[in-house]
């Protein structure tokens, strides 16, 4: 298994570069507009070369190296291709998403797509230090990605007992929780994960 991780992590950085001189080429492309053109008056063909890694590795591969980026590598290689933002955004790829550097920063809009981004395929959530976090989201995340094992939502200072129903109803399979620093969640919590969380540890 190291050997294949190690050949990930060499396709991976092949990858980078070739990721940023994608995105040169598709600047320059845009910058000439439709001034060049081939004799015959049809378009030319686009800038970026065909022998780049990118365009070679079968999407599968592809998936793999995405496995191991964060989200924001994730969302720059969205905007390389259009092959690329098929593969960056599949749900496979978000099975683990930590916010916690950006915290009071993340909006609800954002959340919003993120829930509807990962779906099912979403396993651990971290909102360490999110304050702007409610109780609304942590139902919406419950309800489209009730498959999550691992959630931190340390900090989040605005949770309530409303968010109650989110333990009880939807967060079955969840095995991690910390809720450090929530002083509005009440008593009535541990009612809900006693109920609702057989697998917490």
Same mark, same amino acid.
């Given at each position: ?19 940023? *001189?994608?995105?040169?080429? %598709? ?16 378009? /030319? /063909? ?9 365009t /070679? ?5 592809i998936? /793999? ?7 924001? =590598?994730?969302? %720059? ?38 829930? =509807? ?14 304050k ?13 990605c009730?498959?999550?094992? *691992? ?8 949770? #309530?007992?409303?968010?109650?129903? *989110? ?12 809720l =450090? #620093? ?11 994960? =006693? ?6 540890e």
């Open positions: 298994s190291s050997g294949i991780n190690a050949e990930y992590g060499v396709w991976y950085g092949w990858l980078a570069l070739e990721m940023d *001189a994608a995105q040169n080429c %598709r600047r320059d492309e845009n910058a000439d507009g439709n001034s060049r053109r081939l004799q015959n008056g049809s378009s /030319k /063909k686009s800038l970026i070369p065909e022998n780049l890694i990118h /070679k590795l079968p999407d599968a591969m998936l /793999k190296i995405f496995w191991y980026l964060d989200i924001v =590598s994730l969302c %720059r290689c969205a905007q390389v291709s259009s092959r690329w933002r098929v593969l960056a955004l599949d749900g496979s790829n978000w099975t683990h998403v930590n916010l916690f550097e950006f915290q009071t920063d993340i909006t609800r809009d954002v959340l919003n797509k993120i829930t =509807s981004r990962c779906g099912p395929f979403l396993k651990r959530l971290c909102l360490k230090g999110c702007n976090i409610e109780d609304d989201v942590v139902l919406t995340f419950s309800r489209q009730h498959y999550i094992e *691992a959630l931190n939502l340390n900090g989040c200072i605005k949770l #309530s007992p409303r968010c109650d129903e *989110a333990f009880r109803s939807y967060f079955s399979s969840l095995a991690w929780l910390d =450090s #620093s929530c002083k509005l969640v009440g008593d009535s919590i541990c009612v809900a994960l =006693s109920a609702g969380c057989p697998h917490l």
